[in-house]
């Protein structure tokens, strides 16, 4: 054979062994020879012993094959050191199918990618059982290309400009500001309720600003340069609730004993926490006073009450006067 077949046999060998075999599948020599003739015709053959050599320059290479002794002390041959454990891809394809900000059809391929990291018996594990509904997967097929340029706006420290909208109750995606360019620093990306937000802010305004990444279009990387800070985005959305940007203040609530597990699954261990009574407890933690703060609050109803500051606690007095009088009309 030419040095291009030769070649040619030594990369197809390689794919059937990772493809084909694993700790439960391996393959014989005549195996591994019947699989060539499917790729290049059934005219072709080779020895064994060519086989078995190119194997040994695959394991030279780097490439890890094991062989096991099988029936009539055949040799048997596979691969079984891979970058990936099944129950790792598995979480990678609970993630992708759990993923809102993913399209059906960006789902269903990136799926079809991480099986091919394993082998193909292996791969027929891996049916994912998490599932969401088609209508609530993201419909902008763009995001992909809008997540890698707010990465390159970051790492170049460049202005990133783009047409942010939403919906209305007629379903129409709407601009905002009349399709205004917002041009911004991009201060991080992060991953919240299932969605892509660009946290970011204005070239003249100290104030920081969150944009959901699927409801962005236009999006461009710009040449104007600008000057990177010490903007932490970890403590930024400590201090976050429901994506609302708002001015950090310390703020004390307490909670109903057994919202503990709540407590300390959104704020961790370290949380400063103190116990007012067998039924109640305290924290004091520093917090975005926003609306969604506010909300956040209010999900917890009558188990969560605002003690400082008195702005916050004036504020939750507001929206439960309003909750009141919307249920309470007409009685």
Not at 92 to 114: M, N, R
Not at 167 to 189: A, Q
Not at 308 to 320: G, I, N, R
Request: charged share 25%; glycine share 4%; no cysteine.
């Amino acid at each position: 054979m030419s040095e291009a077949s030769n070649a040619m046999r030594l990369l197809k060998i390689r794919e059937i062994l990772l493809s084909l075999t694993d700790e439960d599948h391996s393959l014989t020599l005549s195996e591994i020879n019947q699989k060539l003739q499917q790729q290049f015709g059934d005219e072709y053959t080779a020895q064994k012993n060519t086989i078995k050599s190119t194997i040994e320059q695959l394991k030279y290479s780097g490439f890890p094959i094991e062989e096991t002794i099988g029936k009539r002390n055949t040799i048997n041959y596979y691969h079984m050191y891979r970058k990936f454990n099944v129950y790792e891809l598995r979480m990678l394809i609970d993630a992708v199918s759990s993923a809102k900000f993913i399209t059906s059809a960006e789902t269903k391929q990136l799926i079809g990618k991480i099986k091919t990291l394993t082998s193909n018996h292996l791969a027929k594990k891996l049916q994912h059982q998490i599932s969401v509904t088609p209508e609530v997967k993201a419909q902008n097929q763009e995001v992909r290309y809008h997540i890698d340029k707010i990465h390159t706006s970051i790492n170049e420290r460049t202005m990133l400009t783009f047409q942010y909208g939403s919906y209305n109750v007629n379903k129409e995606f709407v601009l905002r500001h009349r399709g205004k360019i917002y041009s911004v620093i991009p201060l991080g990306l992060v991953w919240n309720n299932d969605y892509y937000y660009l946290v970011a802010k204005d070239d003249d305004s100290a104030s920081i600003k969150h944009y959901r990444v699927d409801r962005m279009i236009q999006v461009d990387v710009s040449e104007v340069l600008f000057t990177p800070s010490d903007f932490n985005i970890a403590d930024h959305m400590k201090q976050t609730f429901n994506m609302y940007p708002g001015d950090t203040q310390l703020i004390e609530v307490q909670f109903n004993s057994h919202l503990i597990n709540v407590i300390i699954d959104r704020f961790g261990k370290d949380t400063l926490i103190r116990k007012v009574d067998d039924q109640t407890f305290s924290i004091k933690i520093n917090a975005a006073v926003s609306e969604g703060l506010v909300r956040w609050l209010l999900t917890w109803g009558s188990d969560a009450k605002v003690i400082t500051p008195q702005s916050l606690v004036d504020k939750m007095k507001e929206e439960a006067k309003k909750m009141f009088q919307h249920y309470s009309e007409g009685i």
